[in-house]
């Protein structure tokens, strides 16, 4: 009966809360000497789809509206603001390229690529029509999300 629903409920409430508790918080992020990120924010291997997907959604990370990837010819209008993503894996490693999702800043110092796991330290818009500072600022991508993209840009080899 109800005792059962509201037990199979918390449950599943605690395990969400468990998966979400392995990410690391934007504040809490580690760059070491190098200003690489040796740990996974995310505590889970990333999936090279799913970082595809980060790379052409318009709504997410949205790459390719600056770099030109080579293996995601499907998506249009490819960029050439930053550089060519192709071969990439073989350039960085998975640390240097997560340092460089989360905040390209640490490693280049004038660069207009958009920090996209980061919560302060930036001036964003306010809450809309309200003239206020925004309340809440929540990363442009998830912890998951940035191990994604990370395990796609592992598979651009020359």
Known sequence: GIMKVYALTLAATLTAGAALAGAVAPADVVFNEDGAIVASLSGVAGNPAEGAKVMTNRGLGNCVACHEVSALSDAPFHGNVGPSLDGVGDRWSAAELRSIIVNAKVMYEGTVMPSFYRVSGFTRPG????????????????????????????????
Do not use: C, N, R, S
Not at 132 to 154: N, S
């Open 127 to 158: 809450d809309g029509y309200t003239g206020k500072a925004a309340t809440e600022i929540a990363p442009l991508l998830t912890a998951q999300q940035v191990e994604d993209v990370v395990a796609f840009l592992g598979t651009l080899k020359e």
